[in-house]
């Protein structure tokens, strides 16, 4: 009897997971996921050099395996940060109206970049895109961190010196959620 009461519990606290915080997570990746597999061949064909390759890019430009796991990330976190502004305002109220559409819209534009790029291969467009995607994500960004009550600003005690000396000084934490 106990081993069926684990069981339901495991699979009461599975039902109740936080679905929206995952679907804030996972939705931004959709877009990203989709482009990366529908323009992968845009980007790598095997031993052969694509297009891309060709580019002339500086050095500093990071390898082609790291954008996958990067852009995973950045689409992660912001879709964690739309959903700490929902739970914030207390779903689509008025007061998230504003940052969520602005978010929607950004992430709308991260996801056009990709086929203007690598499908149309038009340059101007792209960066005429990517410029209007950055004041986008920086409006985004802003409205994100007006709600002042997703601000955290802690007091927190300075830990010891290497020999157990030193003050006790409290130390401001400044935790804010940005996109």
Known sequence: MQLVEFHLE????????????????VLPNVGGWANGMYFAGQI??????????NLNKPSWNPPKYVFGPAW?????????ASYL????????????????????????????????????KDFKLALI??????????ATAISFASL??????????QGRGPRGQGR???????????N
């Open 85 to 120: 502004v929902y739970e914030e305002c207390g779903g689509f109220t008025d007061e998230a109206v504003l940052p969520l559409a602005l978010y929607g819209g950004q992430l709308l534009l991260n996801w056009a970049w990709t086929p203007i790029f690598f499908g149309l």
């Open 129 to 138: 895109e990517i410029s209007v995607l950055t004041g986008a994500a920086t």
């Open 148 to 157: 002042t009550h997703l601000l955290h600003l802690e007091e927190q005690p």
């Open 168 to 178: 006790e000084e409290p130390v401001k934490i400044f935790n804010t959620t940005l």
């Open 44 to 53: 790598r064909k095997g031993e052969d050099k694509s297009w891309y390759d």
């Open 10 to 25: 495991r699979l009461r606290d599975t039902i109740m997971a936080n679905w929206a915080a995952i679907g804030s997570i």
């Open 72 to 80: 995973t990330v950045l689409y992660s976190s912001m879709g964690y």
